[in-house]
């Protein structure tokens, strides 16, 4: 059986009946975006009055605000909600390392499916209409890509209440199936130029040049786009994607008049979202200072009048940029170190200095501790987490700086704890490359309990501890760190520890005393905490590279499909 397309002969009526479809389906398909966070609110309503009628507990009216906030929960009782849950469970893994999870995999599938019904969808045997109707489709869906990359302004995420970092794959994935429908367009076009010997001709004409444009550019977006070149270098994808995002909208104003009106809406979506993050940006005085022995910096913000007027939540992040041009464009995000900004009058960060935003922060802690940073945020799916002290266990697992999303969460249950209020049992477990990666976190722990909790575990994962006494140890993991920064960096007033009256050594040895050497074995802690309550309801929340956050789920993962109630919350990182 041969194409079941081809190129037909249309009198005036047929061709304007041909439009009059490829008009109606391409608004059709836009519109019927609005289905997605419908079936969501549906969803959610469902869950909660099944969860007022058959409570699986007495806590199970208490659902957070977000079913799905990178997380997992499940109820206790009944084969139907544990077999929920592990197909959850499943959903929420990756396909493969570094891609996406199969339930965004999966939802993604199936938009792409019903936009490719609504692509032949009427179409008979017309070539034509069928490749126009490729190319009006995925037009219609590019305010719906846009508006899935807005940070903060988003209708999406007030409807599903799912944050950026939520968001964001899925924002990826349909700009892959985009990509995909629009160059089937062009494939179609350029095929259909050559049969009738056309191509010499056309491809002169505005229409034409302005097409392939576009297609070149829809390529090379998707192409910079990929994890590869994003990690290997993550400021030439952003700025090639803002660019080549801005200027792909006049190309295909300019294309095809048909398509204009979606053209116009991802505009003004796209300087809405511009305007937005541009307004809520704040500049403030911060003091920035090294931490001694190590390439961490320390980030000590006063709260102003503007940043007063915010509201943070324990493990949410701010984007932290220099003022001025170009340097304004060079944000990074950083996690709120400190438990509660408004108490403390403060907002508190630690990044490690690597290149670019950090590298440039760590310049001016070598020479004037003090400058102007312009602030964004807060952001994060944080505040959308359950109120963690209504779970009986609570683990938290950090690796490096990630200590900087889990150690709030952690004083802020440690806090609630001294102040009368019933909390569940706590696990901490952080491990870090050397002693002096963790000095300021046990100097948070110091300064708010006075000494450090028993659910505290700090490990040291450099092979060279073994065998070292604190003093030692001190001693030689200061020696490297001055070596490595002493290339770069000029060390200035290095042997003052930020918010500690003591001397270096002294805060190094008390670090190395309460640190372990090697690696956690995170099967055994795991297995501690879901087998000292066999029914009890358990949140775990992982923040570290991606190698650590894979091992912690796949312990977790079994006792999901024994049946228990889990709460789950990773955020990775490269080292």
Same mark, same amino acid.
């Given at each position: ?48 009055? +099944? ?133 089937? &367009? ?20 505005? @229409? ?6 576009? +297609? ?41 008049? &048909? ?57 949410? &992040? ?73 779970? @009986? ?75 070292? @006494? ?35 050594? @002294? ?19 795991? &297995? ?48």
């Amino acid at each position: 059986m041969g194409f079941p397309y081809h190129f037909v002969t249309l009198n005036d009526e047929q061709n304007l009946r041909r439009r009059q479809l490829l008009d109606g389906y391409g608004q059709f398909a836009q519109l019927s975006i609005l289905l997605l966070p419908l079936m969501y609110q549906l969803c959610i309503g469902m869950r909660l009055l +099944i969860s007022r009628i058959w409570p699986s507990n007495p806590q199970a009216v208490k659902e957070h605000q977000s079913p799905i906030v990178s997380s997992f929960k499940q109820p206790t009782r009944g084969y139907s909600t544990i077999l929920l849950a592990r197909i959850r469970w499943f959903l929420d893994g990756e396909v493969f390392e570094r891609w996406n999870t199969r339930q965004e995999w999966l939802i993604a599938g199936l938009w792409a499916m019903w936009l490719l019904v609504l692509v032949f969808k009427d179409t008979g045997n017309d070539y034509l209409h069928l490749t126009r109707r490729f190319g009006i489709v995925a037009a219609s869906q590019l305010p719906l890509h846009y508006l899935l990359a807005a940070k903060s302004w988003s209708p999406i995420q007030y409807l599903t209440r799912m944050s950026h970092e939520e968001l964001n794959p899925y924002h990826r994935l349909l700009g892959r199936v985009l990509i995909a429908l629009f160059s089937v &367009h062009a494939a179609m076009y350029l095929n259909f130029y050559i049969q009738l010997n056309l191509l010499l001709k056309r491809i002169q004409d505005r @229409d034409v040049i302005l097409g392939l444009m576009a +297609i070149t550019t829809f390529m090379l977006i998707g192409t910079t786009a990929l994890a590869k070149i994003r990690t290997w270098n993550y400021r030439l994808f952003f700025y090639l994607h803002v660019i080549l995002s801005a200027s792909l909208l006049p190309i295909l104003f300019f294309h095809v008049s &048909h398509i204009r009106l979606y053209i116009i809406e991802s505009a003004a979506i796209y300087l809405i979202v511009i305007l937005q993050r541009n307004v809520s940006q704040t500049t403030a005085e911060a003091t920035i200072e090294l931490v001694p022995s190590t390439n961490l910096l320390a980030i000590t913000i006063p709260l102003t009048k503007a940043l007063s007027s915010k509201t943070y939540a324990q493990g949410q &992040h701010i984007y932290v940029g220099f003022p001025s041009l170009p340097q304004k464009l060079r944000i990074n995000p950083f996690s709120i170190a400190n438990r509660d900004p408004h108490d403390d009058k403060k907002i508190e960060l630690v990044a490690r200095a690597l290149s670019g935003t950090t590298a440039m922060l760590a310049d001016c802690a070598a020479k004037q501790k003090t400058t102007s940073l312009t602030l964004e945020g807060p952001y994060g799916a944080a505040n959308c987490f359950p109120d963690l002290a209504t779970y @009986d266990r609570v683990l938290f697992v950090a690796g490096g700086v990630g200590a900087t999303f889990t150690l709030p969460l952690y004083l802020d249950l440690l806090h609630r704890g001294a102040r009368g209020e019933q909390v569940p049992s706590i696990k901490f477990v952080w491990s870090v490359r050397q002693v002096a990666d963790a000095q300021w976190g046990i100097n948070q722990l110091l300064e708010t309990c006075g000494t450090l909790p028993e659910s505290f575990n700090a490990y040291t994962t450099r092979s060279d501890v073994d065998g070292l @006494d604190s003093e030692s140890l001190a001693r030689r993991t200061q020696s490297k760190s001055e070596a490595q920064f002493s290339d770069s960096i000029e060390l200035q007033e290095r042997d003052r520890l930020i918010g500690d009256s003591s001397s270096p050594e @002294d805060v190094a040895s008390r670090a190395a005393a309460t640190l372990r050497n090697g690696r956690p074995d995170y099967r055994a802690i795991v &297995h501690e905490v879901f087998s000292y309550n066999g029914r009890g309801k358990v949140a775990v929340l992982v923040c570290g590279p991606n190698g650590m956050g894979a091992s912690v789920r796949s312990e977790v993962g079994k006792w999901v499909w024994r049946g228990r109630d889990v709460f789950w919350h990773g955020e990775e990182f490269g080292w």
